[in-house]
Nanobody, 126 residues
Framework: QVQLVESGGGLVQAGDSLRLSCAVS????????MGWFRRVPGKEREFVAA????????YYADSVKGRFTISRDTAKNTVALQMSSLKPEDAAVYYC???????????????????WGKGTLVTVSS
């Protein structure tokens, strides 16, 4: 079983940066693909970014490419999402997720992942 706990959400202004972190419990963290998703109330869940178990491959939604960076620290069992140049449309609840398999970002955008955190709220004021 894998448990995911997000932190780092908050209220920022447009153009600011924010770093989300996800603490992962479980002995096999290093073998999981990790990802971030977001959801705006009333809308469908949206894939944001994913990183392979080795950290060698990353995937990003077009809407965040060049602004967001996903990273993982295997020694600390954490995965982070560095967000910069935030826009009001980035406001959402952000969820950390883990998957036992390795697929492309487009796959995760459709099917999601195996394990989910409870989310952290990001609010961006204009």
């Amino acid at each position: 079983q894998v448990q995911l706990v997000e932190s780092g959400g908050g209220l920022v202004q447009a153009g600011d940066s924010l770093r989300l972190s996800c603490a992962v419990s479980g002995r096999t963290f290093s073998s999981y693909t990790m990802g971030w998703f977001r959801r705006v109330p009333g809308k469908e869940r949206e894939f944001v970014a994913a990183i392979s178990w080795s950290g060698g491959r990353t995937y990003y939604a077009d809407s965040v490419k060049g602004r967001f960076t996903i990273s993982r620290d295997t020694a600390k069992n954490t995965v982070a999402l560095q967000m910069s140049s935030l826009k009001p449309e980035d406001a959402a609840v952000y969820y950390c997720a883990a998957d036992r398999s390795t697929y492309s970002g487009s796959h995760y955008a459709i099917y999601g992942m195996d394990y989910w955190g409870k989310g952290t709220l990001v609010t961006v004021s204009s």
